[in-house]
């Protein structure tokens, strides 16, 4: 009934930012900006010495290759369902040459010892809904990489809306406390404006094997409406921020609500915060049947 409830009043909120949508193309993610420095995220990614697919092959890269985007070009190519445009990258050795969007990593440069991950499109699928119109399912990897070589993977998928943010944080070395993991890995994808999703999705990395979380989804409108998700650790992000004072080696999912309804005699407000312990089987963690959530 909960769940129920929050659509019915998402949807309302929705109706008051859908023009923001009104000149904004298909769900794709915003184009990486200049002077971005990033992986390649596919094996064996042709650059050319321009954006076509038929044009010569100045290089071929491995996954994890480091190259610098420094433009990103009008032109577009549709691989694998995914209409994505061709970028003006420079290699370590200083050639330059045009690549397409979809062969590189989005997550930035993001490494840890001598292994590298990498964020990347999989998949774009057909519009999955009628209320927000431009709504796609949206696939996405994350790749651990040594040497080229994938070492491990998560993959997701995310109904995503117009031309979305799509990044990974800085990795985080210890893992905010969690026992029997070395690092996290907090990737951020959605529509920045107000009333549409946006999604965190955390990755737990223990030298070897990446564990993923199932993403937080999160939604806020003007001040007068907040549903954020999110994972409490032993440790805070910050040393400024809590942890949960729990076992080191539990995950908690939260969920904190923020609401204000006008009514004649003036607004009601509806705040409230609940945490409960994620369910661990061997190293995969899953999210609490109860949150105990109000209707």
Same mark, same amino acid.
Request: net charge negative; hydrophobic share 40%; with cysteine.
């Given at each position: 009934m909960a769940s129920v409830t929050l659509m019915r009043k998402r949807l309302v909120y929705l109706l008051f930012c859908s023009v923001l949508l009104a000149f904004r193309l298909p769900a794709q993610p915003n184009p990486l900006p200049g002077n971005f420095d990033t992986y390649i995220f596919a094996s064996q990614s042709n650059v050319r010495a321009q954006p076509d697919t038929r044009a010569? #092959? #100045?290089? =071929?890269?491995?996954?994890? /290759? !480091?190259?610098?985007? $420094? *433009?990103? /070009?009008?032109? /577009?190519? &549709?691989?694998?369902?995914? &209409?994505? !445009?061709?970028?003006?990258? =420079?290699?370590?050795d200083n050639r330059t040459g045009y690549i397409w969007g979809g062969l590189l990593s989005f997550g930035g440069v993001r490494q840890l010892g001598d292994v590298r991950f990498v964020l990347g499109l999989t998949a774009l699928g057909p519009v999955v809904s009628e209320e927000m119109e431009g709504t796609r399912h949206t696939g996405l990897e994350v790749r651990a990489l040594r040497a080229g070589a994938v070492l491990d993977r998560c993959t997701v998928g995310l109904e995503l809306t117009g031309g979305h943010s799509l990044y990974a944080r800085e990795i985080e070395s210890g893992? =905010?406390?969690?026992?029997?993991?070395?690092?996290?890995? #907090?990737? &951020?994808?959605?529509?920045?404006?107000?009333?549409? !999703?946006?999604?965190?999705?955390? $990755? *737990?990395?223990?030298?070897? =094997? $990446?564990?993923? $979380?199932p993403p937080c989804e999160s939604v806020a409108d003007a001040g007068v409406f907040a549903h954020?998700?999110?994972? #409490?650790? !032993?440790?805070?992000? &910050?040393?400024?921020?809590?942890?949960?004072?729990g076992a080191p080696g539990d995950i908690y999912f939260q969920i904190e609500h923020h609401e204000e309804d006008e009514t004649e005699q003036g607004w009601n407000k509806d705040n409230w915060t609940r945490a409960r312990r994620m369910v661990r089987d061997g190293k995969a963690f899953r999210r609490p049947a109860d949150m105990g959530v109000p209707d």
């Open positions: 010569p #092959v #100045v290089a =071929r890269l491995d996954a994890g /290759t !480091p190259v610098t985007v $420094l *433009l990103v /070009t009008e032109t /577009t190519s &549709t691989i694998n369902q995914m &209409t994505l !445009p061709w970028y003006y990258i =420079r290699l370590e893992a =905010r406390g969690l026992k029997g993991f070395s690092a996290l890995l #907090v990737c &951020t994808a959605g529509y920045e404006a107000c009333g549409y !999703p946006w999604y965190d999705w955390y $990755l *737990l990395w223990d030298g070897s =094997r $990446l564990s993923c $979380l954020v998700e999110s994972y #409490v650790f !032993p440790q805070g992000a &910050t040393p400024d921020e809590q942890g949960h004072f």
